[in-house]
């Protein structure tokens, strides 16, 4: 299984970005696939998730109602997409899925 991270970066608060991940030789009946994040100095945070067999999805309170998990299966591809970000969004987001597998990550910076 290998996840590719991409879509971060640095941006002001209050606006969008959204990241992508894209999984191969994952089992096509059945996983969860999502992002988590880790902030400097704090622990690894779940952020949103996907399940392949019914398409139930969890989001943290946290990011709930400016957070978006979707997937392209034809591209097999998860996105986040993260709008009116606030400063303490920046964190390291990492991909994964069943298994478990840890995509390398993706830095977002939001400043003030």
């Known amino acids: 299984v290998q996840l590719v991270e991409s879509g971060g970066g640095l941006v002001q608060a209050g606006g969008s970005l959204r990241l992508s991940c894209v999984a191969s030789?994952?089992?096509?009946?059945?996983?969860?696939i999502g992002w988590y994040r880790q902030a400097p100095g704090k622990q690894r945070e779940g952020v949103s998730c996907?399940?392949?067999?019914?398409?139930?999805?969890y989001i943290a309170d946290s990011v709930k109602g400016r957070f978006t998990i979707s997937r392209d299966d034809a591209k097999n591809t998860v996105y986040l997409q993260m709008n009116s970000l606030k400063p303490e969004d920046t964190a390291v987001y990492y991909c994964?899925?069943?298994?478990?597998?840890w995509g390398q990550g993706t830095p977002v910076t939001v400043s003030e």
């Open positions: 994964f899925t069943t298994g478990p597998y």
């Open positions: 030789g994952l089992s096509p009946d059945d996983y969860v």
């Open positions: 996907i399940s392949s067999r019914d398409g139930s999805q």
